[in-house]
């Protein structure tokens, strides 16, 4: 009889497995095989006696359980197959490249300086030269005199409010090439490299949009417009404060700022010495510093250091070049700057032509500060506006402490830089708070339209600030009674007749209702800004001093009719012209030819 063998359970989910088993029991899916060959032996070899006991013991084994399939993993996102391609057709785009040209390029600025020059340019062939203007173009002649054949010259620095030796000289350059027009078109080049730095640096705070409202609003108003149409040292100072500036903003996201921090030092000793006035914004350069110090995170004592090395490097060139210059820049600064006369204007008006010179930058930085205490979380932002708005108030709360409208419309201006970048900020936050993306494109054209009405005004306000009296009638017939009466010349405001006429280097040979020149070259005068002695006057005409004295009865009204009495006194003088000159005269004495003159 033969006797039948079952087949084995499979040990996937019947029987467990068991030490005794053979290999091919324990291999797991490579035994699948292997069992069948196994099975298919011990069928056909049944001869074999240890097979029948061998798989009845294996069949009173325990069973296996079963084994659950486990859930699917889901595939980690890079092993993902990757989506099919829209098969719905979409509007061709411009480049990403030529988009970003478009919005991140510099294009509008141009445009907005192309609109600044044509402002400024025509005011450039207005009028003659202001009295400033003769002063600064003269003396940078005879720098440049002195220096190439050694003519002795005016102790400038005892009384100019700002280094004879660094904008004159480059005046003087410029005015040989093109003239008065050529010096004034100088200026007008710093003006538009202020006006650059200030989009560049407003762009690098608060981004393109407030870059170009910043600049807008600042190159449209009356004072920028009147810098870029002036030839004296104001342009150039504002000039390198804005280079300053933008080395301090420059200097603030990096770590090893030694060099940004050398670089805004050598520029802010530079417009100081330019014009000693603009030291007022030195603090506010230096709270620029501390302030962009601070999302370092090294803390308030890296932030300060950087401040504390700015003011150590300005105050050591500043010394360094006072030490250089000598006691007659020491007595220049301290005159001009530091204890200047007091005038007699109130205040009030004082601080009102500043607002109406420079309200829209004012009101609109003041709204950025307000905007800025509300919408900004760290704290040294919100600080940063305030200091930016507060620059504005620097220069009229100083000029109002001392009672003075000098050069108030150019000073103003300065301020007005700094706040510029304030009022970009304010018209960036409320047009990112437009939505949707296209209302933001209508917004910013709207602010940039709305720059006309400013523009308009400070077009008309720097058409007013060129309205001195033209000097073009009195400086052909002062010339005429020059060669008619050689010998020294008392002017009210003689560094435009002196500019035009340039009487050789005879410099000694020109007084003014201030100073008193001697022959020796040394001068007799008050105080820096004020009016001379009258005693000291009417000694010179008694003695005959004089061949021209040329009044006006503006500047130095009292003093001008002492003088004039003192002449009606002395035989020795007639009056040989009376030109027109603004809404007055000029009267111009002669001394008769046949009256000795002083030797």
């Known amino acids: 009889m033969t006797t039948r063998v079952s087949p084995a359970p499979s040990f996937w989910g019947v029987r467990a497995r068991s030490a005794r088993e053979p290999r091919f029991v324990r291999a797991g899916r490579h035994s699948a095989g292997r069992r069948g060959s196994v099975s298919r032996t011990l069928g056909s070899n049944a001869g074999l006696a240890a097979v029948p006991s061998v798989v009845a013991a294996a069949t009173h084994t325990r069973p296996f359980p079963a084994v659950k399939p486990q859930p699917a993993q889901p595939k980690p996102e890079s092993a993902r197959a990757p989506r099919p391609p829209r098969t719905r057709p979409r509007r061709a785009a411009a480049p990403p490249c030529a988009r970003k040209r478009f919005t991140a390029g510099p294009w509008p600025l141009p445009v907005v300086l192309f609109i600044q020059a044509a402002l400024s340019l025509r005011l450039v062939w207005v009028n003659t030269a202001f009295q400033d203007e003769a002063l600064y173009l003269r003396a940078g002649h005879m720098e440049w005199s002195h220096w ?52 560049s640096t407003t762009s690098r ?65 530079l417009a100081n010495a330019t014009k000693y006035a603009s030291a007022l914004f030195d603090p506010v350069v230096i709270a620029i510093v501390i302030i962009n110090a ?22 050591a060139g500043v010394i360094l070049l006072v030490t250089i210059g000598g006691g007659y820049y020491e007595a220049g600064i301290s005159q001009t700057t530091l204890t200047r006369v007091s005038g007699s204007y109130p205040a009030l008006l004082i601080l009102d032509d500043s607002w109406s010179w420079t309200a829209p930058v004012v009101v609109a930085a003041v709204l950025g500060l307000v905007i800025g205490v509300i919408a900004e979380r760290a704290w040294y932002q919100r600080l940063l506006l305030a200091v930016l ?17 000098t050069s108030l ?14 009022a970009g900020y304010a018209a960036e936050k409320l047009i990112a708070w437009v939505r949707p993306r296209w209302m933001r494109v209508v917004a910013t054209g709207v602010c940039a339209f709305a720059l006309v009405v400013p523009a308009q005004t400070g077009a008309a306000q720097s058409r007013s600030f060129v309205q001195w009296p033209n000097a073009a009638r009195f400086i052909t017939v002062f010339g005429q009674l020059v060669a008619a009466h050689p010998g020294r010349f008392l002017v009210e405001t003689p560094s435009v007749p002196e500019y035009y006429l340039s009487v050789g280097a005879q410099w000694e040979l020109w007084s003014s209702t201030r100073s008193v020149v001697l022959p020796t070259g040394h001068s007799i005068s ?20 004089f061949s021209l004295i040329a009044l006006n009865f503006f500047s130095t009204h009292p003093l001008d009719e002492d003088i004039a009495a003192d002449l009606k006194r002395n035989s020795a003088y007639r009056v040989v012209a009376r030109v027109p000159y603004g809404n007055g005269e000029y009267i111009i004495w002669g001394r008769i030819p046949s009256v000795p003159r002083p030797k």
């Open 294 to 315: 601070w999302p370092l995170g090294a803390g308030t004592k890296a932030a300060i250091s950087r401040g504390a090395a700015l003011a150590a490097y300005v105050t």
């Open 526 to 545: 008050g105080p820096v800004g004020t009016p001379g002695n009258a005693d000291v006057y009417a000694r010179f005409i008694e003695d005959n001093y």
């Open 409 to 422: 419309s150019k000073h103003v201006d300065f301020g007005a830089w700094f706040a510029a970048i304030a």
């Open 148 to 199: 190439l054949h050694g003519t002795h010259i005016p102790l400038y620095q005892t009384y100019f409010s700002g280094a004879p030796v660094l904008y004159p000289p480059l005046g003087a350059l410029a005015d040989s090439v093109g003239g008065l027009a050529g010096a004034r078109i100088l200026s007008l080049g710093f003006m538009l490299a202020a006006s650059a730095l200030l989009w």
């Open 205 to 269: 705070l608060y981004g393109k949009r407030a870059a170009l409202i910043a600049t807008g609003l600042w190159a449209v108003l009356g004072p920028t417009l009147q810098l870029g149409a002036f030839a004296t040292y104001d342009a150039m100072s504002l000039f390198l404060l804005a280079v300053g500036v933008w080395c301090a903003v420059h200097a603030g996201p990096r770590r090893d700022e030694t060099r940004w921090i050398a670089a805004t030092a050598v520029a802010l000793v």
């Open 389 to 405: 708005t507060a620059a504005a108030s620097l220069v009229p709360i100083e000029q109002a402490r001392i009672h003075t409208l």
